[in-house]
């Protein structure tokens, strides 16, 4: 689900998240599972099994992990590659976030996509999410997800959101069109 482009645009200056890049964080929570109940339902009705994970959009803060990756899945599902800012770029961009289910419909997987969308790892060159990165959490040799997490509490301090998101606006890879 790709992101409104004035509400990355509104995210793209200062050390700390907009207002409505935090307000949206819980404004798509509320329609991935909304999404995701009524595709269950719509699957239920047509006699299959679908479920979606209930602890993805948990993490545990000791490890910083959920125990459902939905870029893992994602990627498996041949929806696009990860780039250097650790996010899954797809064909519509990396800005934007994911829901999943597991259903025993009968489906023709697609295969994991081989080309690459991200231009550092195409070209070498770019990098623009690392240096929008306020915290150093993202450089070129990986993602730090506690520095990361760091800065997303000091959002959730000032919005109630744990979010960020400087690594996924104003970046070329935050639009592309299909
Ligand atoms: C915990 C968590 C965080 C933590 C830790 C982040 C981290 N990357 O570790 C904190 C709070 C710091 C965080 C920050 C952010 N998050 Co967050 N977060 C999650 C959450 C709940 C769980 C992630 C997790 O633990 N997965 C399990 C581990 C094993 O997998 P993983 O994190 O996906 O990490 C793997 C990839 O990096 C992958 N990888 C990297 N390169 C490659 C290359 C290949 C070929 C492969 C196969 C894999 C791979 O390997 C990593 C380790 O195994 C997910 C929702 C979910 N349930 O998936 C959202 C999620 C990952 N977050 C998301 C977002 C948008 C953000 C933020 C932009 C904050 C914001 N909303 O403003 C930042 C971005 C940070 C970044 N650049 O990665 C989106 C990502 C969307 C996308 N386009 O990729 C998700 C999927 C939420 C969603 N429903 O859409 N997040």
């Known amino acids: 689900m790709p992101f409104q482009p004035e509400v990355a645009l509104s995210n793209v200056s200062g050390r700390h998240a907009s207002k409505?890049?935090?307000?949206?964080?819980?404004e798509t929570n509320r329609l991935i599972a909304s999404l995701n109940a009524d595709l269950i339902?719509?699957?239920?009705?047509?006699?299959?099994?679908?479920?979606?994970?209930?602890?993805?959009v948990h993490l545990d803060k000791e490890i910083l992990m959920s125990c459902?990756?939905?870029r893992h899945v994602a990627e498996i599902a041949g929806l696009g590659r990860f780039g250097l800012?650790?996010?899954?770029?797809?064909?519509?961009g990396s800005c934007g976030r994911f829901g999943s289910l597991v259903t025993?419909?009968?489906?023709?997987?697609?295969?994991?996509?081989?080309?690459?969308?991200?231009?550092?790892?195409?070209?070498?060159k770019c990098q623009?999410?690392?240096?929008?990165?306020?915290?150093?959490?993202?450089?070129?040799?990986?993602?730090?997800?506690?520095?990361?997490?760091?800065?997303?509490?000091?959002?959730?301090?000032?919005?109630?959101?744990?979010i960020c998101g400087k690594c996924a606006v104003d970046i070329p890879c935050g639009f592309l069109k299909p």
């Open 41 to 56: 339902e719509y699957l239920k009705d047509r006699g299959y099994r679908a479920a979606f994970a209930q602890n993805a």
């Open 104 to 124: 025993d419909l009968p489906i023709t997987p697609d295969v994991p996509e081989i080309e690459e969308r991200c231009l550092y790892k195409l070209t070498g």
């Open 128 to 162: 623009k999410c690392v240096k929008n990165c306020p915290t150093g959490a993202l450089t070129e040799d990986g993602f730090d997800r506690r520095v990361c997490f760091s800065l997303c509490q000091e959002n959730e301090r000032m919005y109630g959101a744990n």
């Open 68 to 70: 459902w990756s939905q």
């Open 85 to 92: 800012n650790n996010l899954l770029i797809t064909r519509v």
């Open 20 to 26: 409505r890049w935090a307000e949206c964080y819980g």
